[in-house]
Structures are given as structure tokens and as C-alpha cells.
């Protein structure tokens, strides 16, 4: 949630074909519910060919019935009984789809299933096996009249890597590196799909996160943290809004440890979205536990290779580590989302200029 990272144009236009698609379903589920399905004439009717018939081999006849096409089914039985409140729950939908459109307009939240709960299991069981085949062997160009070919999670994966220079658009840590164990290259749902299963492949809500944002801290989490999903304005988004350029990270001594830091993270401007921020991914202590293992190989960690690149001849005073902290400042800034871990470093760099400058020199004239 704090680094940009977009989705390029072309895959998400082809995403969005699929997405309309299974949004097209869901619609006419709730407010069309067919009383059954013997063959295909009802779907290819509906959506036309090739859609249709991809869709019937998905759902099959009654005796061969497949999972997903139960689901289905289902979906439609409980439309039938209950038409008033499907129409409701066809209105949610349709109004959640457009919340990337709709992110800085003020009291703007999702509808479904926070004003339909009992509706959630069912839409579920049709929407997320979309997520499952777009895991699995993806989506065919032909049906869905894709521009790129073949769509599926590895694909966008890849697409993320470019520009995500191997750092975690949601924590600044690292992505690890490709094709190795720590890989990390996980597909998190930015509102995820056990709550939200309309939105599971939403061109929008896809990203490329480290392990430990997608599998540890974030899991089933709202992006608001604990906190009531009372509005998305509350909240940072990786593309719609991202948190680097609003946060202010700070770092301040421990008062029992002097070898110590807290990092602090704040938004003076709207306090709420770094609180859901921090409530989210747990990044005030994460990070302030990674900056103090630094610490803990000396203080001078961050600044001994500057230290080293002066030579031989060079005698750290206070102006002189002052300016070459500084220095050290003014780079990482430039590495803003392209260095792992740059947020957390500066903070510390600049606790380091205003709180331990002595300490750095004691340290650099050992
Ligand atoms: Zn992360």
C-alpha cells in the first residue's frame, strides 16, 4: 500500500474482460435466475458464443453436474425465492465493481456482503472459482476476445517485477529474488476474496507482495485494518493512492536502550490511513525490529562505507558526519521504492543526525 504499482494498460484492459464477464454472470443469476439448465441454449442465449458454451462446459448437464455448476444453481434457486433481496444484492455488486473509480469520493465503501451477510457463501461459491481457473491454466484468449493471449496469475506476476525493482510495493521490504526459494512473489488481494469474492480478480485489486505482507500479516485482513471497512477513503491503495508519498516515518531512541529505535509512522494530514496502514501490516514493529538488528552490528552501519569511501586522510567531526549523513539521506530518498527497505534507513539516518551524532563519531574513530 505505500509504492505505486500499476497493472500495465494492456493486461489490465484483458483482465477487465474477464472480470466483466463473471460480473455479467452474477447479474443475471440475481436478477434473471433461470429455473434450470438442461443444456446450453439458456447461456449461449445470454452471453452468445463462444461465452456461452465455455461457461456450459463449466456448469455441465444435471447428472454430470460439476461443482461450480451447483454452485450456480444454487445461486439461482435462492434468487428465485427471494427476488427483492437479489436485486439488492445485484445492485451491491455493480456499485462495488466501480470502487476503483470512486476511491477519494469522502463516506465511499464497499456494499456487499457487508449489507447482505447471508448472501455471502453462495455468491461466493460462483464468483471465486473465476480466482481458482485465473491460478490455475488461466483464461483463454479466444472466449474472452483477449488482446494478449493466455491470462493467468503467473502472467501478471511477471508484470509486476519490472517495476517493482524486487521491493514490496506494500512494505518496502524485499520481493526476494526471482526464481529463487524466497521468491515471494505472491498474489495478494487487496481486498481479499474471502470477504470480497465478487472483487477476486478485479483489475484493481491484484498485486505482487512479499510473503511474509500476503501470507503472514495481511491473510483475510480488510485493508482497514481491524477497523470497520467505513470507508475506502480511510485507506492507501497501491495504484489509487499510494502511502510513500503521504506517511511520515520517524525514528526516536528507545528510553532504556540508546542503542535502540522506535519507529514511528505517521500521516499528519489524515491520521486514520497510517493507523489502518500500521493495523494492517503490523509495520511499526516490524520495521523497528529489522532497523534495531541493524543497529545491533554498530551504529555507524549505514554510514561506515561513506565513512570509507572519504580515505585515509579523512577526520570525522561533527560538521563533516553531519553533511555525510545527509549525504546518505539524500540518496536513499532517491531509491524511494527502488531500494528495499529505504523508509525505515532514512528514518534511522535522521535519528542518527539529530540524536546519536557522537555516538557515530565515537564509533568512526575506533
Ligand atoms: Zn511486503
Redesign the pocket.
Known sequence: MLHERRLPDDLAQDLDRVFRFKLRLLDWLLRSPPKALDDNALLVLQFGQPLGGWLWTRIRRPEKRTAFGKAVMALAAKALVSPAEATGVADAIAHDAEFDCNWDLAGNELFFPRLHLNWLETVRNVAEPFYDWFAGSGFLSAPFALTGGTIDRATLMKAFRPQSYGV?G??D?TLGELGTKSEANDCDHFFPKAQWPHLAIHPRNLFS??Q??NSRWKLANTPMGSADASGLNGTYHPMLRPGASSVVVSATISPTNSRQVKINITDPIVPRRAETLVAT?ELDSRWTNSSNESLDRGVSVFVAKSARDKGNGWQPDADSVRLMIEDDIAWKQEQLGKEERCMRLIAVLECMRNDLLHEVIAELTI
Do not use: S
Request: hydrophobic residues 20%; charged residues 0%.
Open positions: 514490496c506494500y512494505c521490504g507482495a512479499c511474509g505482507c501490516l
